[in-house]
């Protein structure tokens, strides 16, 4: 068997001093007894390896490549350190993976660099998943834990360990944050936050630089994440081990303090920090020790900010922020205190005026002069006295060490307990998952107490640890029925012991701590002489203070020097006296819980001492020690965190670091293998290999050796037997291998052999394929040799052949060019002469033609001189005879003209004219008397001034004349002056014609430059018109390069427009998400108040009312203030708190139309007050003058009648205009009553019109209250125009009326004349409003009949004839429904008009009997008497419900709430959304507001709380989503605007709603449609996501592909929860067929179901994208073979459902590409190039990742080089692609609603009776 597995070309390990192990290849077959092993290394050279004739020192076989890179290191055939430590180089520095399973361990390597893999996407891509299914990871550990402790309700426990800077602090920072992220809190205390914020906070006071970290933890904490029964976090707990307070005052070089001091220095210049007295770090003493204070990379400054922000999350005040940062700044100042040294050098002192003191005691609060001198004395109290000790300068430096390491201890105490306290919940906590980061194994050059206390711990959890692997194995053994025999493995006891048992390591510690001399070197010797023996304790040959102790990673020697002083941790009580007594509250608390917190040193004598005897009684000792040490709290905390862990489920995590320098992926095996000793991974693997590592399932081994089979084991049914068969056939020793009930177990190097003969077998095989393969080519290629032999024979011989035909071909054609060449120089001779005898013929042709020309064009001109010359004389003849004529018929018309005057004079005379003149005149004689006498006045005053102005005139002409004399006296000296003036005008006439000539010129030049300009013109035009053309070519040659541009901005613009579409969903999306959380804390304060006692509000209360989330939009008026307050009360407290937002919109809304309408009122009354006091005064003062006017005609009249009194015609002058004045009186009392009701009626009138808005408008026919008859409007408009007339014909009566009721009867006709005007306008222009309507109404139902009409025949013109025939019917049918359902909705809609015409009568009727007479009201009512006699028919349904307001719970029980999908399934889609609108129909119809607003928001909060019910019902969730579009629809359909009126009938039209806009219930509903949408997408996800990585990743599609593998630990089943999880792809396929299924029978919208589908493509493709770039395993060509083939079927199912358009196989491109990856060569550059051109959808990274874990399945196959992917790299370098590995597999699509119409009119639906709406009521 040995020689078997030690043949030629078998690869074997070798020890190396530099690599620790080598590999190398047999060359030469071994046989037993062989001295020597005949080897080949890896650089070609030869060695011999000397071994064991017997065999047993054989080298450590390797195993075969394809297990190297495996992601458990249990699933290796062969278990030893050489293959462990070989499958983490190859991951880590050729795949770049930096986890790896070890069993139960995961093992971190440290990259030193940051790694794209702990993103949120990560995050939730191995949530929910189990451990063995994705590749190794940290998020794995968590998940695990996590799922353990959710379904074994067992605390979980997770433990980092490591050396300090291999990963720790980040390791458990990315577990805290998974466990903070998958479990968030149900609260809104943000507990996982404040979680994640204790980071920061810990790492800035416990981290600090050393050697081998820059951020190095220098405690121990174990944090308790507390979950409640739904597994949400509810709180943490912190606690602390062994924090390095040494580093506070010391640091060695190239190392640094705890960060805070150095983020406190960075933030000096701050505002509040200038108290601190602060400088920089390297100012201070004790943060200046290690050299440089500063690290590349780290912004000290921007860290403190986080630990501010952090302590505020965590909510520690402002006050203790600054005095934790004032201790921080006084310890700072205490380290760079100056001691002086006295003359004797046993006294110190510090000065006064020290700075640094002074700071550190006003930071403090603490007195200056007690702190100066107890930091130079010692107090030592005796029984009698008490001795103050002046101190040495050491002594002193010390004391002052001490006394800072013990604040800056306290202070991190206090923090840690806050922290705990903020992390604390009331909550009872059901299970928690604890999570230990706690320091590795450490071993120096120098080991002190800090290095003891450390490496002790990890020997008790080392100890727990193998316990726990060891009891893993036997639980599998166990479960699988396997002989379990007793595995020996290393128990670390004995050394556990040797430090903590009865007189250990530690109990003679403490013991020397107590005795008052003892010392380091006392200790040491104690140690020697208890432990020599012990063979885990040695001595050190050449030294005697140190001391040895075997651990279980390795040897450690301790030096002895300084346990004892840390293991007592001394303070001197004098000084935490005095920070005691601190004016600082926390700096006082720090020290409270102290008591006798300064143990006793030790003193020397000899020294100077002052002895003081006291007066006080004696008092107790000032220096007791504490009563525990630093050793037995850390033992003792050490005990209680094994108990905790002891109680808990653990999982490992061991962080490994690669190298000292810090270098990223740079592997230094030497280190890795010192850790991998330390940390227990060998031993793990040491107890596995001790059992059966390797194990397979019968079904995965038989997939993988079904080739070894033979074909009639294959026929068996029972797979366990196939398998048994085949293994007792191959393997004959029955001790390498075990049959459980599930698996098959093989001992180590038994996979390997296994894989050794299948490889030989597929390489017989292969070797086979290839021999008939390669005969079969060569037979192809002598025949197609032989074929083309004969080809070439044949083209041959055509050649020749059509080389002989062209020879013939050209002789013949050469003669043919003779002949014709000579033909054609003998025709171009003739054609010379020809055409010069053509020439001369034409030349004298032309002449003679000419002459002729000139002759007849002469004798054409004289012909037109003749013509015009005779037309001239002609016109002058005739127009002397029209003169004359003209001249004739003038004198003729005179003459009648003047017989015709002469007449009318003689008629003018007689006297029957003058009476028909002289009637109605004598009222104007009178004017026309008194009009005399003031002109005879006039003229006696004008005669006065006349004389007066003669008098002046005469004077004033005398005046004149004498100064004309001297005027011509004077003008003789002015001839000279004209003489002057002429010769200026010649002037100005030479300079005018002058002028004339230049501007002639001027003329000139001006044409000239008009011809230039217009010439330039025209070379313009032409060079316009070659730009044109040169612009037209310029236009096609960029035509392609513009139009791709503008594709391009159009698909920029549709981008953006999606992402704001996807930011508004997820505003809403998150919107919904509080809504939830909120209505989940009132769930909780109901149920809290039932348990407290307190009394539920009415459920009616609760679930009707209004919600506050949305607008209302009712268009009543609001309550008044304390009715709303009191609903309130009564709604409560918390629904009142959710909706004052709106109270107080409300409430501020109520105010301003408050406010409104008081001003609109008193705007009225002034307007109603100035219109009546200035109408009183223009006809007070017109009835004065009217008054006046009749005073003095009758005083005229009565003067006339006393001076004439014999005269007749002044009596019957008097008599008549008597007459008239009673007429008037009469006529003005008919008036009168008809202005006063007149004017009511206007009144009445507008104060309807201004408070009736939305009414119906005033009645065109007028009722006239004195008059029984029925006027119209034209009759009303021909009575004011005849009243007009006849008020323009008596003018004069107005002088006759007394008391102005005249002008009152005017001034109301006028309003009345007014009122009927423009009601007579308004009824013209909605009269042509309606025509425009109905025009464009017929427009677009042309352009719809058209638009229909070609669609019909487009679509019948693709069917068959019978199915023509058969469409044709159903459209006509449809046509005359249609048709049959207008007649009834116009006949519908004539009945309503009639019906609200009765209401209008009835009630103008109403009016009529209360303001009218009661003739007038008899008359009325007799005449709807004789109305209401008419009876009508029952009218059709119209398509509204009715219902009364305390029904409608009723109605949103039974139509929402109880509704199920099923019910309504026979009926028309959507039913519940129609008869809703039908509702609201019927509520604008009676305009209801109320009722609107009421049954809106009614439906909306009943479908939320049935959603909320069904969180996870894909059909009741799809039902409601469809109900909820419908209804939106139809609210748009039915709304009245024109853009949705566009696809409707006119039964439609007429259905639209008339009085309310529901503009903003539509943006409610369409936000409740997406909060739907949504929910159904997160529904159908749940669904589909457990199936799909099974499906399209491991379901074995395609038989006889299968790659299975070795399972390690992490597959088995005591790691994975029972069940079988596996599906295939026609589960899926099934289940979309569902979802199809259901959306369609349901009735959604087309668009909405295709976005659906591709939102769920996208999923399926991001999800399994993701669990491919996770996963190793399925990184494989025959993987990539079935994730295409599944693919396709997906594409197929997409044609066959009509979803090609729907985008959804666009989102699975990246996957088709990752698949075609998988399959491509990838070996040369050209292959490199191939790739980057294909795979355009996928990023860089995601390329490099998919071909890192590549993995091949088959011996055959190679792996992908890393020269491969460097030049992958190097390709795609210059891409832009975003740093994120794996897609985002919860981004959800923006979700478009486009507008769908619906065909369905309101009244061809019914109700059925199972809905139990028999209270709805059809209208």
């Given at each position: 068997?040995?020689?078997?597995?030690?043949?030629?070309?078998?690869?074997?390990?070798?020890?190396?001093?530099?690599?620790?192990?080598?590999?190398?290849?047999?060359?030469?077959d071994?046989?037993?007894g062989?001295?020597?092993?005949?080897?080949?290394?890896?650089?070609?050279?030869?060695?011999?390896?000397?071994?064991?004739?017997?065999?047993?020192?054989?080298?450590l076989?390797?195993?075969?490549?394809?297990l190297?890179?495996?992601?458990?290191?249990?699933?290796?055939?062969?278990?030893?350190?050489?293959?462990v430590?070989?499958?983490?180089?190859?991951?880590?520095?050729?795949?770049?993976?930096?986890?790896?399973?070890?069993?139960?361990?995961?093992?971190?390597?440290?990259?030193?660099?940051?790694?794209?893999?702990?993103?949120?996407?990560?995050?939730?891509?191995?949530?929910?998943?189990?451990?063995?299914?994705?590749?190794?990871?940290?998020?794995?550990?968590?998940?695990?834990?996590?799922?353990q402790?959710?379904?074994?309700?067992?605390?979980?426990?997770?433990?980092?360990?490591?050396?300090?800077?291999?990963?720790?602090?980040?390791?458990?920072?990315?577990?805290?944050r998974?466990?903070?992220?998958?479990?968030?809190?149900p609260?809104?205390?943000?507990?996982?936050?404040?979680?994640?914020?204790?980071?920061?906070?810990?790492?800035?006071?416990?981290?600090a630089?050393?050697?081998?970290?820059?951020?190095?933890?220098?405690f121990?904490?174990?944090?308790?994440?507390?979950?409640?029964?739904?597994?949400?976090?509810?709180?943490?707990?912190?606690?602390?081990?062994?924090?390095e307070?040494?580093?506070?005052?010391?640091?060695?070089?190239?190392?640094?303090?705890?960060?805070?001091?150095?983020?406190?220095?960075?933030?000096?210049?701050?505002?509040?920090?200038?108290?601190?007295?602060?400088?920089?770090?390297?100012?201070?003493?004790?943060?200046?020790?290690?050299?440089?204070?500063?690290?590349?990379?780290?912004?000290?400054?921007?860290?403190?900010?986080?630990?501010?922000?952090?302590?505020?999350?965590l909510?520690?005040?402002?006050?203790?922020?600054m005095?934790?940062?004032?201790?921080?700044?006084?310890?700072?100042?205490?380290?760079?205190?100056?001691?002086?040294?006295?003359?004797?050098?046993?006294?110190?002192?510090?000065?006064?005026?020290?700075?640094?003191?002074?700071?550190?005691?006003?930071?403090?609060?603490?007195?200056?002069?007690?702190?100066?001198?107890?930091?130079?004395?010692?107090?030592?109290?005796?029984?009698?006295?008490?001795?103050?000790?002046?101190?040495?300068?050491?002594?002193?430096?010390n004391?002052?060490?001490?006394?800072a390491?013990h604040?800056?201890?306290?202070?991190?105490k206090?923090?840690?307990?806050?922290?705990?306290k903020?992390?604390?919940?009331?909550?009872?906590?059901?299970?928690?998952?604890?999570?230990?980061?706690?320091?590795?194994?450490?071993?120096?050059?120098?080991?002190?107490?800090?290095?003891?206390?450390?490496?002790?711990?990890?020997?008790?959890?080392?100890?727990?640890?193998?316990?726990h692997?060891?009891?893993?194995?036997?639980?599998?053994?166990m479960?699988?029925?396997?002989?379990?025999?007793?595995?020996?493995?290393?128990?670390?006891?004995?050394?556990?012991?040797?430090?903590?048992?009865?007189?250990g390591?530690?109990?003679?510690?403490?013991?020397?701590?107590?005795?008052?001399?003892?010392?380091?070197?006392?200790?040491?010797?104690?140690?020697?002489?208890?432990?020599?023996?012990?063979?885990?304790?040695?001595?050190?040959r050449?030294?005697?203070?140190?001391?040895?102790?075997?651990?279980?990673?390795?040897?450690?020697?301790?030096?002895s020097?300084?346990?004892?002083?840390?293991?007592r941790?001394?303070?001197?009580?004098?000084?935490i006296?005095?920070?005691?007594?601190?004016k600082?509250?926390?700096?006082?608390?720090?020290?409270?819980?102290?008591?006798?917190?300064?143990?006793?040193?030790?003193?020397r004598?000899?020294?100077?001492?002052l002895?003081?005897?006291?007066?006080?009684?004696?008092?107790?000792?000032?220096?007791?020690?504490?009563?525990?040490?630093?050793?037995?709290?850390?033992?003792?905390?050490?005990?209680l965190?094994?108990?905790?862990?002891?109680?808990?489920?653990?999982?490992?995590?061991?962080?490994?670091?690669?190298?000292?320098?810090?270098?990223?992926?740079?592997?230094?095996?030497?280190?890795?293998?010192?850790q991998?000793?330390?940390?227990?991974?060998?031993?793990?693997?040491?107890?596995?290999?001790a059992?059966?590592?390797?194990r397979?399932?019968?079904?995965?081994?038989?997939?993988r050796?079904?080739?070894?089979?033979?074909?009639?084991?294959?026929?068996?049914?029972?797979?366990?037997q196939?398998?048994?068969?085949?293994?007792?056939?191959?393997?004959?020793?029955?001790?390498?291998?075990?049959?459980?009930h599930?698996?098959?177990?093989?001992r180590?190097?038994?996979?390997?052999?296994?894989?050794?003969?299948?490889?030989?077998?597929?390489?017989?095989?292969?070797?086979?394929?290839?021999?008939?393969?390669?005969?079969?080519?060569?037979?192809?290629?002598?025949?197609?040799?032989?074929?083309?032999?004969i080809?070439?024979?044949?083209?041959?011989?055509?050649?020749?052949?059509?080389?002989?035909?062209?020879?013939?071909?050209?002789?013949?054609?050469?003669i043919?060019?003779?002949?014709?060449?000579?033909?054609?120089?003998?025709?171009?001779?003739?054609?010379?002469?020809?055409s010069?005898?053509?020439?001369?013929?034409?030349?004298?042709?032309?002449?003679?033609?000419?002459?002729?020309?000139?002759?007849?064009?002469?004798?054409?001109?004289?012909?037109?001189?003749?013509?015009?010359?005779?037309?001239?004389?002609?016109?002058?003849?005739?127009?002397?005879?029209?003169?004359?004529?003209?001249?004739l018929?003038?004198?003729?018309?005179?003459?009648?003209?003047?017989?015709?005057?002469?007449?009318?004079?003689?008629?003018?005379?007689?006297?029957q004219?003058?009476?028909?003149?002289?009637?109605?005149?004598?009222n104007?004689?009178?004017?026309?008397?008194?009009?005399?006498?003031?002109?005879?006045?006039?003229?006696k005053?004008?005669?006065?001034?006349l004389?007066?102005?003669?008098?002046?005139?005469?004077?004033?002409?005398?005046?004149?004349?004498?100064?004309?004399?001297?005027?011509?006296?004077s003008?003789?000296?002015?001839?000279?002056?004209?003489?002057?003036?002429?010769?200026?005008?010649?002037?100005?006439?030479?300079?005018?014609?002058?002028a004339?000539?230049?501007?002639?010129?001027?003329?000139?030049?001006?044409?000239?430059?008009?011809?230039?300009?217009?010439?330039?013109?025209?070379?313009?035009?032409?060079?316009?018109?070659?730009?044109?053309?040169?612009?037209?070519t310029?236009?096609?040659?960029?035509?392609?390069?513009?139009?791709?541009?503008?594709?391009?901005?159009?698909?920029?613009?549709k981008k953006?427009?999606?992402?704001?579409?996807?930011?508004?969903?997820n505003?809403?999306k998150?919107?919904?998400?509080?809504?939830?959380?909120?209505?989940?804390?009132?769930?909780?304060m109901?149920?809290?108040?039932?348990?407290?006692?307190h009394?539920?509000?009415?459920?009616?209360?609760?679930?009707l009312?209004?919600?506050?989330?949305?607008?209302?939009?009712?268009?009543?008026?609001?309550?008044?203030?304390?009715?709303?307050?009191q609903?309130?009360?009564?709604?409560?407290?918390?629904?009142?708190?959710?909706?004052?937002?709106?109270?107080?919109?409300?409430q501020k809304?109520?105010?301003?139309?408050?406010?409104?309408?008081?001003?609109?009122?008193?705007?009225?009354?002034?307007?109603?007050?100035?219109?009546?006091?200035?109408?009183?005064?223009?006809?007070?003062?017109?009835?004065k003058?009217?008054?006046?006017?009749?005073?003095?005609?009758?005083?005229?009249?009565?003067?006339?009648?006393?001076?004439?009194?014999?005269?007749?015609?002044?009596?019957?002058?008097?008599?008549?205009?008597?007459?008239?004045?009673?007429?008037?009186?009469?006529?003005?009392?008919?008036?009168?009553?008809?202005?006063?009701?007149?004017?009511?009626?206007?009144?009445?009138?507008?104060?309807?019109?201004?408070?009736?808005?939305?009414?119906?408008?005033?009645?065109?026919?007028?009722?006239?209250?004195n008059?029984?008859?029925?006027?119209?409007?034209?009759?009303?408009?021909?009575?004011?125009?005849?009243?007009?007339?006849t008020?323009?014909?008596?003018?004069?009566?107005?002088?006759?009326?007394?008391?102005?009721?005249?002008?009152?009867a005017?001034?109301?006709?006028?309003?009345?004349?007014?009122?009927?005007?423009?009601?007579?306008?308004?009824?013209?222009?909605?009269?042509?409003?309606?025509?425009?309507?109905?025009?464009?109404?017929?427009?677009?139902?042309?352009?719809?009949m058209?638009?229909?009409?070609?669609?019909?025949?487009?679509?019948?013109?693709?069917?068959?004839?019978?199915?023509?025939?058969?469409?044709?019917?159903?459209?006509?049918?449809?046509?005359?429904?249609?048709?049959?359902?207008?007649?009834?909705?116009?006949?519908?809609?004539?009945?309503?008009?009639?019906?609200?015409?009765?209401?209008?009568?009835?009630?103008?009727?109403?009016?009529?009997?209360?303001?009218?007479?009661?003739?007038?009201?008899?008359?009325?009512?007799?005449?709807?008497k004789?109305?209401?006699?008419v009876?009508?028919?029952?009218?059709?349904?119209?398509?509204?419900?009715?219902?009364?307001?305390?029904?409608?719970?009723?109605?949103?029980?039974?139509?929402?709430?109880?509704?199920?999908?099923?019910?309504?399934?026979a009926?028309?889609?959507?039913?519940?959304?129609?008869?809703l609108?039908?509702?609201?129909?019927?509520?604008?119809?009676?305009?209801?507001?109320?009722?609107?607003?009421?049954?809106?928001?009614?439906?909306i909060?009943?479908?939320?709380?049935?959603?909320?019910?069904?969180?996870?019902?894909?059909?009741?969730?799809?039902?409601?989503?469809?109900?909820?579009?419908?209804?939106?629809?139809?609210?748009?359909?039915?709304?009245?605007?024109?853009?949705?009126?566009?696809?409707?009938?006119?039964?439609?039209?007429?259905?639209?709603?008339?009085?309310?806009?529901?503009?903003?219930?539509?943006?409610?509903?369409?936000?409740?449609?997406?909060?739907?949408?949504?929910?159904?997408?997160?529904v159908?996800?749940?669904?589909?996501?457990?199936?799909?990585?099974?499906?399209?990743?491991?379901?074995?599609?395609?038989?006889?592909?299968?790659?299975?593998?070795?399972?390690?630990?992490?597959?088995?089943?005591?790691s994975?929860?029972?069940?079988?999880?596996?599906?295939?792809?026609?589960?899926?396929?099934?289940?979309?067929?569902?979802?199809?299924?259901?959306?369609?029978?349901?009735?959604?919208?087309?668009?909405?179901?295709?976005?659906?589908?591709?939102?769920?493509?996208?999923?399926?493709?991001?999800?399994?994208?993701?669990?491919?770039?996770?996963?190793?395993?399925?990184?494989?060509?025959?993987?990539?073979m079935?994730?295409?083939?599944?693919?396709n079927?997906?594409?197929?199912?997409?044609?066959?459902?009509?979803l090609?358009?729907?985008?959804?196989?666009?989102?699975?491109?990246?996957?088709?590409?990752?698949?075609?990856?998988?399959?491509?060569?990838?070996?040369?550059?050209?292959?490199?190039?191939?790739?980057?051109?294909?795979?355009?959808?996928?990023?860089?990274?995601?390329?490099?990742?998919?071909?890192?874990l590549?993995?091949?399945?088959?011996?055959?196959?190679?792996?992908?080089?890393?020269?491969?992917?460097?030049?992958?790299?190097?390709?795609?370098?210059?891409?832009?692609?975003?740093?994120?590995?794996?897609?985002?597999?919860?981004?959800?699509?923006?979700?478009?609603?486009?507008?769908?119409?619906?065909?369905?009119?309101?009244?061809?639906?019914?109700?059925?009776?199972?809905?139990?709406?028999?209270?709805?009521?059809?209208?």
């Amino acid at each position: 068997m040995v020689s078997l597995r030690y043949c030629k070309c078998t690869k074997v390990w070798i020890p190396d001093p530099d690599e620790v192990w080598r590999s190398a290849e047999i060359i030469k077959d071994y046989k037993e007894g062989d001295k020597s092993l005949h080897l080949k290394l890896e650089d070609e050279s030869i060695y011999e390896c000397p071994v064991d004739p017997q065999g047993k020192e054989l080298p450590l076989l390797r195993n075969p490549d394809i297990l190297v890179g495996e992601n458990d290191l249990t699933a290796l055939s062969y278990l030893h350190e050489p293959a462990v430590l070989h499958n983490l180089k190859v991951r880590f520095l050729e795949s770049n993976h930096i986890y790896t399973y070890c069993g139960i361990v995961l093992v971190a390597i440290n990259p030193y660099e940051h790694l794209p893999i702990y993103e949120d996407d990560v995050i939730y891509a191995y949530s929910g998943q189990n451990v063995g299914d994705m590749d190794p990871h940290i998020f794995a550990v968590a998940e695990e834990a996590y799922k353990q402790m959710a379904r074994d309700e067992k605390n979980q426990s997770i433990i980092v360990s490591g050396e300090s800077g291999a990963g720790k602090t980040v390791s458990a920072k990315y577990v805290m944050r998974f466990l903070a992220t998958v479990g968030g809190s149900p609260s809104e205390t943000n507990i996982e936050a404040k979680v994640l914020a204790s980071s920061p906070i810990m790492e800035a006071f416990g981290n600090a630089k050393t050697t081998r970290n820059d951020n190095s933890s220098r405690f121990g904490k174990y944090i308790q994440i507390g979950f409640d029964k739904r597994y949400r976090i509810i709180g943490a707990n912190m606690r602390t081990y062994l924090l390095e307070k040494s580093r506070v005052v010391f640091q060695s070089e190239d190392e640094r303090n705890y960060r805070i001091f150095y983020q406190l220095c960075a933030s000096m210049n701050l505002p509040e920090f200038k108290d601190l007295g602060l400088t920089c770090a390297e100012d201070f003493f004790y943060t200046s020790q290690g050299g440089d204070t500063s690290i590349s990379g780290v912004d000290d400054a921007d860290d403190f900010e986080k630990t501010r922000h952090a302590f505020t999350l965590l909510g520690v005040k402002e006050s203790h922020q600054m005095t934790i940062f004032r201790i921080i700044a006084a310890i700072l100042h205490l380290g760079n205190l100056e001691i002086h040294v006295e003359s004797s050098k046993d006294t110190c002192t510090i000065l006064n005026e020290d700075e640094h003191l002074n700071n550190f005691c006003s930071l403090l609060g603490v007195d200056y002069s007690q702190m100066q001198h107890w930091l130079c004395h010692l107090k030592l109290v005796t029984t009698f006295e008490t001795y103050v000790k002046n101190m040495s300068w050491q002594q002193v430096v010390n004391t002052r060490d001490a006394l800072a390491k013990h604040i800056y201890s306290q202070l991190f105490k206090w923090i840690v307990q806050h922290i705990n306290k903020a992390l604390h919940t009331s909550v009872k906590q059901h299970s928690f998952i604890g999570v230990l980061d706690i320091y590795g194994f450490e071993t120096f050059e120098v080991n002190s107490f800090e290095q003891f206390c450390i490496n002790y711990a990890n020997e008790k959890l080392q100890q727990q640890f193998n316990l726990h692997v060891f009891k893993l194995e036997q639980e599998e053994y166990m479960k699988e029925g396997i002989p379990w025999t007793l595995i020996d493995f290393y128990d670390n006891q004995p050394c556990i012991d040797l430090i903590e048992a009865k007189l250990g390591i530690l109990d003679l510690l403490d013991e020397e701590c107590k005795v008052p001399k003892g010392t380091d070197q006392n200790w040491v010797q104690k140690l020697y002489n208890q432990h020599t023996r012990s063979q885990h304790f040695q001595k050190p040959r050449t030294s005697n203070t140190s001391f040895i102790i075997l651990h279980f990673a390795d040897k450690v020697k301790y030096e002895s020097e300084g346990f004892l002083e840390k293991n007592r941790d001394t303070v001197y009580e004098e000084q935490i006296n005095i920070l005691k007594a601190s004016k600082y509250q926390m700096v006082a608390s720090l020290f409270q819980d102290e008591n006798n917190a300064a143990p006793s040193t030790s003193i020397r004598k000899g020294t100077a001492k002052l002895s003081i005897r006291s007066t006080r009684p004696a008092i107790k000792s000032a220096n007791k020690e504490h009563k525990k040490t630093v050793g037995h709290q850390f033992r003792n905390s050490l005990h209680l965190l094994m108990e905790t862990l002891n109680t808990t489920t653990p999982h490992y995590v061991r962080c490994i670091k690669p190298n000292d320098e810090k270098l990223s992926f740079k592997f230094d095996p030497k280190r890795v293998v010192q850790q991998l000793r330390a940390c227990g991974v060998l031993e793990t693997i040491r107890i596995s290999a001790a059992g059966f590592p390797s194990r397979w399932s019968y079904h995965n081994f038989l997939n993988r050796y079904r080739v070894l089979m033979k074909k009639r084991d294959l026929s068996k049914k029972d797979k366990k037997q196939i398998c048994l068969t085949l293994v007792e056939e191959l393997i004959k020793d029955p001790d390498k291998f075990q049959v459980g009930h599930t698996k098959i177990f093989f001992r180590s190097g038994q996979v390997a052999y296994l894989e050794k003969v299948r490889a030989a077998k597929l390489r017989a095989a292969t070797i086979m394929i290839q021999k008939t393969v390669r005969g079969w080519l060569q037979r192809v290629k002598y025949k197609r040799l032989r074929q083309a032999a004969i080809v070439i024979q044949r083209y041959t011989r055509g050649f020749l052949a059509r080389r002989l035909a062209e020879h013939l071909r050209r002789t013949r054609a050469a003669i043919i060019f003779q002949k014709q060449y000579r033909m054609l120089r003998i025709f171009r001779a003739f054609q010379g002469i020809r055409s010069a005898t053509i020439t001369i013929q034409a030349f004298a042709r032309g002449m003679f033609v000419r002459r002729i020309y000139h002759k007849i064009l002469v004798e054409h001109k004289a012909t037109i001189l003749q013509k015009y010359a005779r037309g001239w004389l002609a016109r002058t003849h005739f127009h002397r005879i029209r003169s004359a004529t003209i001249v004739l018929q003038c004198y003729y018309r005179c003459m009648k003209a003047r017989q015709e005057l002469k007449a009318l004079k003689i008629e003018a005379r007689s006297a029957q004219h003058l009476k028909k003149l002289n009637i109605g005149m004598e009222n104007k004689v009178v004017q026309l008397q008194r009009k005399i006498d003031e002109q005879n006045k006039e003229y006696k005053l004008l005669n006065e001034q006349l004389s007066a102005l003669t008098s002046a005139h005469s004077s004033e002409v005398e005046k004149l004349k004498k100064e004309l004399v001297q005027y011509k006296q004077s003008h003789q000296g002015d001839d000279s002056q004209l003489l002057s003036f002429q010769e200026e005008l010649e002037h100005l006439r030479l300079e005018l014609e002058k002028a004339h000539g230049e501007r002639k010129v001027v003329e000139d030049t001006y044409m000239k430059e008009k011809d230039l300009l217009r010439k330039r013109i025209s070379d313009l035009e032409e060079e316009n018109a070659l730009l044109k053309q040169e612009k037209s070519t310029y236009l096609y040659q960029y035509e392609d390069g513009f139009t791709q541009s503008m594709i391009e901005e159009n698909g920029q613009m549709k981008k953006e427009l999606e992402e704001e579409r996807s930011r508004y969903q997820n505003l809403v999306k998150e919107y919904s998400r509080l809504e939830h959380s909120y209505d989940n804390l009132q769930d909780e304060m109901i149920l809290m108040k039932q348990t407290a006692g307190h009394r539920r509000s009415p459920s009616n209360q609760s679930s009707l009312e209004s919600d506050s989330n949305y607008p209302s939009a009712s268009t009543s008026e609001i309550g008044d203030t304390e009715d709303v307050i009191q609903q309130m009360e009564e709604i409560g407290v918390e629904k009142a708190a959710m909706d004052m937002t709106v109270f107080l919109k409300l409430q501020k809304r109520v105010r301003e139309l408050e406010q409104e309408r008081k001003k609109l009122q008193t705007e009225i009354e002034k307007t109603e007050q100035v219109s009546k006091t200035s109408q009183r005064q223009e006809l007070e003062s017109e009835n004065k003058k009217l008054k006046n006017e009749l005073n003095e005609l009758r005083k005229a009249i009565a003067d006339g009648a006393t001076q004439n009194s014999s005269s007749s015609d002044v009596q019957d002058r008097y008599n008549l205009l008597l007459n008239q004045l009673k007429s008037a009186n009469e006529e003005l009392e008919v008036r009168k009553e008809e202005v006063l009701i007149l004017r009511t009626q206007i009144m009445k009138a507008a104060q309807q019109k201004g408070t009736e808005k939305n009414t119906e408008s005033i009645p065109t026919d007028a009722s006239w209250p004195n008059s029984d008859k029925h006027i119209g409007q034209e009759d009303a408009i021909e009575a004011y125009q005849g009243m007009c007339k006849t008020n323009r014909k008596t003018e004069d009566w107005g002088y006759l009326n007394e008391d102005g009721e005249l002008g009152l009867a005017y001034q109301g006709l006028k309003q009345v004349a007014r009122l009927l005007e423009a009601q007579l306008q308004d009824q013209r222009r909605e009269h042509e409003e309606e025509v425009e309507a109905l025009k464009k109404q017929v427009d677009a139902m042309k352009e719809e009949m058209e638009k229909q009409q070609q669609a019909v025949l487009q679509t019948t013109l693709q069917l068959s004839p019978k199915v023509q025939v058969e469409f044709g019917i159903q459209q006509e049918i449809t046509r005359l429904t249609n048709e049959n359902l207008d007649l009834k909705e116009m006949l519908e809609n004539l009945e309503s008009n009639e019906m609200k015409l009765k209401k209008q009568l009835k009630f103008y009727v109403k009016k009529v009997k209360e303001s009218q007479s009661p003739i007038l009201a008899e008359g009325w009512q007799h005449e709807s008497k004789m109305q209401a006699v008419v009876q009508r028919k029952e009218k059709d349904f119209q398509g509204m419900l009715e219902y009364f307001k305390e029904d409608e719970p009723l109605l949103i029980q039974n139509l929402i709430i109880d509704l199920k999908p099923q019910a309504v399934s026979a009926t028309v889609p959507c039913l519940p959304a129609y008869i809703l609108c039908m509702c609201i129909r019927h509520a604008d119809y009676i305009s209801d507001d109320q009722k609107v607003h009421s049954l809106l928001t009614s439906s909306i909060n009943g479908i939320k709380k049935v959603l909320k019910k069904h969180n996870n019902d894909f059909e009741m969730t799809s039902f409601w989503l469809a109900n909820t579009c419908r209804l939106l629809h139809c609210l748009k359909q039915y709304s009245g605007d024109e853009g949705f009126m566009t696809q409707n009938t006119p039964k439609q039209n007429e259905h639209c709603l008339k009085n309310f806009d529901l503009t903003e219930y539509r943006q409610v509903l369409s936000h409740l449609s997406i909060q739907i949408y949504q929910q159904l997408i997160k529904v159908a996800e749940g669904i589909l996501q457990p199936m799909i990585a099974s499906a399209m990743l491991e379901n074995e599609s395609i038989q006889g592909l299968s790659s299975v593998k070795s399972m390690g630990y992490r597959n088995r089943s005591s790691s994975m929860a029972d069940g079988d999880s596996s599906y295939s792809l026609d589960a899926v396929i099934r289940q979309l067929n569902m979802f199809h299924s259901i959306m369609c029978d349901q009735g959604l919208d087309p668009e909405i179901v295709q976005q659906i589908f591709r939102q769920l493509f996208y999923m399926i493709s991001a999800i399994t994208l993701n669990n491919l770039l996770l996963r190793k395993d399925v990184c494989s060509w025959s993987t990539g073979m079935q994730l295409r083939f599944n693919i396709n079927q997906l594409e197929e199912w997409l044609h066959g459902k009509n979803l090609q358009q729907s985008g959804a196989a666009q989102t699975l491109e990246p996957l088709i590409q990752a698949a075609q990856l998988l399959q491509l060569k990838k070996k040369t550059s050209e292959d490199a190039e191939a790739i980057c051109s294909l795979c355009t959808s996928l990023t860089t990274q995601q390329i490099v990742k998919i071909l890192n874990l590549y993995t091949p399945m088959h011996e055959f196959e190679e792996r992908v080089t890393v020269a491969f992917i460097r030049n992958i790299q190097t390709h795609l370098q210059e891409r832009k692609d975003p740093p994120q590995l794996l897609l985002d597999f919860k981004h959800m699509f923006p979700v478009l609603f486009p507008f769908n119409p619906s065909s369905i009119t309101m009244d061809s639906i019914h109700l059925p009776a199972s809905l139990n709406l028999e209270f709805l009521r059809k209208v």
